[in-house]
């Protein structure tokens, strides 16, 4: 029998590609508290492997149940995979499995997939339109403000404000915070407004209702 938790070749990224991995469970009724507890535990022990870059949890509502939603980044393919074969993990999972309305469902994207993934009840991924003003909206800002942030520290010295050198900084400065922090935040934020295209498209006349 093949194991749920191996990923298919055909299905992975490149192995030098950060990739992530999204986590939905759905708890059962009234077991919102112990299975929270359990959450902590197990995003300590993932902190703890090698290659993992971070997590976030998001919570939801799907079908009348809490749906909570975790995006672990890790720096290639292997790692994560050495994370979803490891003991510790399947011993967590096993000991979560009472509390989940529909088992350990899993996902795999690379990194610029994962913005727009997370959405926790959208049928499919809201239009390339949306996704490109909301990137546009949170990478702008950027490229006003953060050359203006490394402009004085690029005036030190002649290395660091060798065109090179600083174009470097500036776009690995974007790139990361970006990546890490506003991109997360942006989605969560508009969630509603990604999401309502999906609902829309339900209601368009010869779809019924």
Sequence with gaps: MSDPNRLEATAR????????????????????????AWLR???????QYEGHLGVDVIRGKSGGLDLFTC?????????????LDSPQRRTLVDEAAPML????????HPVH????????????????????LLTMLVILPHTLLVPLIWGPVLQLNAWL???????????????LSVVYLFMP?????FAPWLQ???????LEPGHGQ
């Excluded at 672990?72 to 994560?80: D, K, N, V, Y």
């Excluded at 309305?101 to 795999?108: L, R």
């Excluded at 935040?185 to 934020?189: D, I, K, N, Q, V």
Aim: hydrophobic share 45%.
């Design 13 to 36: 990224p490149d192995s030098d590609e950060v990739v992530t991995l999204i986590v939905k469970h759905r708890v059962k009724a009234g077991l919102e508290a112990p299975y929270e």
């Design 41 to 47: 535990r197990i995003v300590g022990v993932a902190g």
């Design 71 to 83: 995006v672990l980044r890790f720096c290639s393919t292997e790692a994560m995979q050495r994370w």
């Design 101 to 108: 309305a529909d088992g350990d469902q899993t996902e795999v």
């Design 113 to 132: 997939e994962f913005w727009f993934s997370i959405q926790t009840d959208a049928a499919s991924p809201p239009p390339r339109w949306k996704q490109a």
């Design 161 to 175: 404000g060798n065109y090179v050198v600083a174009t470097f900084l500036i776009t690995l400065t974007i790139v």
């Design 185 to 189: 935040l942006a989605t969560r934020l």
């Design 196 to 202: 309502a295209s999906a609902a829309d498209r339900h």
